[in-house]
């Protein structure tokens, strides 16, 4: 019956009956990508949430030229998991923009602490990443996150500079 209900609820979404519920959900520890998803949430008439971790990231912690700063021990260790302080319920939307910076190449480590999190409850839905980035292109992140969550449905994503 849940699956039928599903179908239906689909066929319904792709006919425009029904309108897809999208939520933007972003870890910004400068402000970029903040001001990205903002942009994104108001553009797509969507509800917008903030991925905090549970310690906040000091200059010093961003240092990415410091092997011992926070950021550079997190994305040495690909099992790290920073806290986070919380997470939205994710159960009622169908797209997702799952916005970061650009760090090492790959999103940073507390996005995989939110998707972890929520993982049985992305199953299914559209997954768009974004990034923002003063160097990398967004392609090596998004194959990062298809590699590591291959039954996730991921979309090819947009560095979002502007």
Known sequence: MKKLFMIL????MAAGVVEAKTLVVY????????AAAGRIAKEQK???WEIE?????TAADLDWRN????SSIEMADPEARPAIKQCTNIQPYDVIYVGYPIWWGICPRIINSWIDNNLPQLEGK??????TSGSSTIEQSVQYLRETYPTLKWEDGRLMND
């Open 126 to 131: 559209q997954l768009i990443p974004f990034a």
């Open 67 to 70: 092997k011992q700063s926070r």
């Open 9 to 12: 609820a689909a066929v319904m």
């Open 53 to 57: 971790p549970s310690e906040k990231y």
């Open 46 to 48: 969507a509800d917008l």
């Open 27 to 34: 870890f910004s520890a400068t402000g970029t990508t903040k």
